[in-house]
């Protein structure tokens, strides 16, 4: 039997790329060039399953056993493609900005928990100021601990003074999902990134919506069929 948001619920987590952002191709023609430019084979869908995580662990996933010289060079390599691309190339989901803000005013406290680095993040909310206003709190792989370890959640749940019965992760991934179970919180998929909706309920999504503009009218139903039982 599904578990459904009830009454209580007060914050809502999101992941980033693939789930807020439309960036799944860029990611994943920067791993291409960075694993060429170390002399690595080309691991083509590969790079894709990895999209979530922080980029040590992507690597480790990727290419166990490289030396750190290789090591070093690809993570070089895949930082000045990713911060070298244009903005342009990495649109947010069409609805993303509005969605965001009728949460917000709704009073829900928004994060966002992802495996970009610090300075990644912080170049994309620079770059949507709007959705930035609607975010209170982010954590990113630099600064914690890589999905789908729940300690990213643990300090957004800390932050807020909640308990993880009170929040909701929202993400595209079986990374995403796999941290939200680990740390008690309610899985959300949406799948409009990088895994389909049986992957995503496999790892345990108790919802799978189309994209995260769906998610303030799920929400207002799914919260008042919880009032109607109670």
Do not use: N
């Amino acid at each position: 039997m599904k578990t459904l948001p009830g009454s209580d619920l007060r914050l809502l987590v999101f992941d980033w790329d693939g789930t807020l952002m439309d960036s799944i191709s860029t990611i994943c023609g920067c791993l291409a060039g960075a694993f060429a430019a170390a002399g690595l084979p080309d691991r083509e869908e590969a790079y894709k399953e990895i999209i979530g995580l922080g980029l040590d662990e992507a690597l480790a996933v990727l290419a166990p056993g490289i030396d750190e010289r290789q090591r070093e060079q690809v993570l070089s390599a895949y930082r000045d493609c990713f911060f070298a691309s244009s903005m342009a190339e990495m649109p947010l989901f069409p609805g993303v900005e509005p969605a965001l803000r009728d949460l917000a005013d709704a009073g829900f406290h928004l994060a966002v928990a992802t495996g970009k680095s610090r300075r990644g993040l912080d170049r994309m909310l620079a770059a949507h100021p709007a959705l930035a206003q609607c975010i209170a709190a982010s954590r990113c792989a630099d600064e914690s601990r890589s999905k789908p370890h729940p300690q990213m959640l643990h300090e957004l749940l800390g932050h807020f003074g909640l308990s993880p019965g009170a929040a909701l992760m929202v993400g595209d991934s079986i990374h995403d999902m796999e941290m939200a179970v680990a740390a008690g919180v309610l899985p959300v998929g949406v799948c409009c990134g990088v895994h389909d909706a049986q992957r995503l309920q496999t790892h345990g999504a108790q919802a799978c919506l189309t994209e995260v503009q769906d998610l303030p009218a799920w929400l207002r139903r799914t919260m008042a069929a919880a009032r109607l039982k109670a």
